[in-house]
Every structure is written in C-alpha cells, then in structure tokens.
C-alpha cells in the first residue's frame, strides 16, 4: 500500500455483505457532513456497493465543501453533491427529502476557548436536523468519548455502560445522541447511534501519530497507554450497513477494532519495522478511552483488516513518504479538552 490510488480503491472495496445490504436498504442515501475524513470514502464505498448490488440509488453528499476540489471528485465518481451550510436553517430546509441519512457532521478540535460553537453545532443542530428528517431512517456518527475512562481490567465500555463524558466535547456529543433519540421517539423516526473509536487510513489517525513518533524518535507518552482502533473502510461498512438495524427504541453500537491495544507494543511493533527503538514518557494509566464492540461485531462481523495489517500498511506509507492530512486526534488527551 504506497499510493494514494491504492488506498482509496482498498477504502472503496465493498464487502459481499454490504452489496447484500444494499439490496435491500430502500430508497436514495444522504450523507450530511461528507466533506470530512471520513465522508468521501464513504460516499465511494456506498457507490461501488451500489453498482455492484445492480440497484438504482442515490448517494447525496451534503457539505460546505470547504476542501477545494472534492465536489468534482465525488461528482467524478457518481455522489450527487449539495453545497449546504447546515447551520443555516434556510440552506437545511431547501435539502430534499431521502429515506436514509447518515449524519457525520460535527465538531471537536478547538472546542476550547469556543464551546459555544461546539454546543451548537454537536448539539443544537443535530434537533434541526432530526425534524427536518423525521420521516427518514437516520444512522448518527457518535463518539466513544460519551463514555468514562475505564479500567484495563474491564474489557472496554458497552452500550449499556452509563456515559459518564469527560469535558465538554464529549459532553456535547452525548448532548447530540439525546436530542436525536428525543426526536426518534416523538416522531418514531428508526436510528443508530454510532460510537466511533478511532477510525484510521494512512493518511491520519492514532497509528500514524505513533509511527511517526517512533521513526522521528519523538517521545511517545504512556498516559493514555492503550487505544481502539479500526480501519476507515470497515468503519464505514458499518456506518451504511447500520441503515438496516435503525430502530424506535434508538440502536445504540459501538464501533471499533476488536483489540485493547498497548500503545507500548504498538511503537514497539513499529519500532521493529524502522529499525529503531522507540522512546517512551512516563507510565500506562490503569484506565483509558476504551470501547467494546462485541455487538456490533456479532451484528456486522469482525473487521476485515487486522491491526497487523494496518501496521504493515503504515510502515509501507510512511517509507513511500505518503500524504497524511495534519490533523490529530489527540489520543493522548486525558482532560477532555480538545
Ligand atoms: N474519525 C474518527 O476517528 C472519529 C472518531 C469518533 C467520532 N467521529 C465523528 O464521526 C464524524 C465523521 O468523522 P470525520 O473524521 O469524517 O469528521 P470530520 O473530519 O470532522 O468531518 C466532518 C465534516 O462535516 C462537515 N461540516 C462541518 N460543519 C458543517 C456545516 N455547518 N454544514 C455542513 N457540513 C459541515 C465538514 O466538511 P465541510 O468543511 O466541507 O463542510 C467536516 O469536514 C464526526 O462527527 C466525528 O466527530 C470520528
């Protein structure tokens, strides 16, 4: 894996399951907020599954396209695009009506100093949102951080686990999770609520800040000494398959990679690959952000790509001196502000 091309056919592989899915998942897809990491690969991944399945649907991405160029390159690719600020109730209102919506717009990263935004956007407009498609089936990306940190010991946080959000990001994605439930149940609209841990691609996320570290022999710290991770493709099969288990009562899933993962073994392992030895800050905390996602595994399967996988993927990214996109996740963060 060492060319962009590569990667983004590998995000855009549909799985047998999906193309089944997708037969059956009734009327045109909406993505609300695709211009981010996640979206656009989604939106591929949605219209591959869809030629393949040999059905007539629509995948509609909805975004302020800040990103030059990416209007045209979802066009390119068959996504219909709607330029739309979805803070702006007129530009919401004007959007036409579809039967499945997959909500992944939202902030988190300057939250701090800002909260306001963050309340506002995470949400206030998940509830405009909600009335203007009530009639909808609605999948809404979440976020583990609606959970506490929990000990190592305890295998990750479940559905049931009471949210216990640390800082106001996380507080205000918990804030987005009941407004639309409150919603769900007062217009008996079916939705999902996805708690994401840590999707990667090459090009960003936990395993690329650490083997970027590990190769710069930067100080990796241990405080939050173990993750969740799951590759970006996997992430978002479950994101569009999660369209058929929406539900009033609201299906809430976690969605993450099988494994507690120890950022000690992880430098390790890519340490090994680079041939160096990484440096470590401090000590493993006995808790950390951690998610379970055994049933969202017993619903959907395990993720296709291991974590060794992703490793080696890494590794050959980074000595091909890859893209990467400089926006980190803060992994490291145990205070909540972001
Ligand atoms: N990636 C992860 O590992 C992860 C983990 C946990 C949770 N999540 C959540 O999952 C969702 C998708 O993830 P992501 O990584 O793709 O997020 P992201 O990179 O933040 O993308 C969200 C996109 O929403 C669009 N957006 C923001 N405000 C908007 C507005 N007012 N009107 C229209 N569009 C707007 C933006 O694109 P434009 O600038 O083009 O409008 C933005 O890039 C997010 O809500 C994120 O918080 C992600």
Request: no cysteine; hydrophobic share 20%; glycine share 20%.
């Given at each position: 894996m060492r060319t962009l091309e590569e990667l983004e056919a590998k995000l855009a592989e549909p799985s047998k399951a999906l193309v089944e899915d997708m037969k059956s998942i009734d009327g045109d897809i909406m993505l609300l907020g695709v211009g981010g990491k996640m979206g656009p690969s989604l939106a591929k991944l949605a219209m591959n599954a869809i030629k393949e399945a040999g059905v007539s649907k629509r995948v509609i991405g909805v975004s302020r396209f800040s990103e030059a160029g990416l209007r045209e390159q979802l066009e390119a690719e068959g996504v219909e695009t709607i330029a739309c600020d979805l803070l702006d109730d007129e530009q919401l209102q004007k959007l036409p009506e579809v039967e499945n919506v997959i909500y992944m717009a939202g902030t988190k990263f300057g939250t701090y100093g800002k909260e306001y935004f963050t309340w506002a956007m995470n949400s206030y407009l998940p509830g405009r949102v909600a009335e203007k498609y009530k009639n909808a089936r609605i999948v809404a990306f979440s976020t583990g951080n609606v959970y506490p940190f929990m000990p190592l010991a305890y295998g990750g946080a479940v559905e049931t686990t009471p949210p216990a959000p640390i800082g106001e990001y996380g507080s205000s994605c918990l804030g987005r999770e009941r407004v639309f439930e409150y919603f769900s149940r007062k217009y008996d609209t079916p939705l999902a609520i996805y708690r994401l841990n840590y999707a990667i691609d090459l090009r960003y996320g936990v395993l690329l800040e650490i083997a970027k570290s590990v190769r710069a022999q930067k100080p990796i710290s241990l405080a939050m000494g173990h993750v969740n991770c799951i590759w970006q493709g996997d992430a978002n099969e479950i994101a569009i398959r999660a369209l058929k288990v929406c539900s009033n009562p609201v299906n809430v899933l976690n969605v993450t990679g099988p494994e507690t993962i120890s950022v000690r073994w992880l430098a390790q392992e890519f340490g090994r690959r680079f041939g160096v030895e990484p440096v470590f800050e401090g000590e493993e905390s006995p808790n950390a952000l951690l998610n379970n996602a055994s049933k969202a595994n017993q619903l959907f399967?395990?993720?296709?790509?291991s974590l060794l996988q992703m490793i080696d993927w890494m590794t050959e990214w980074l000595e091909a001196d890859g893209a990467t996109i400089n926006k980190p996740t803060h992994f490291q963060e145990r205070a909540g502000k972001y």
């Open positions: 399967g395990y993720p296709k790509v």
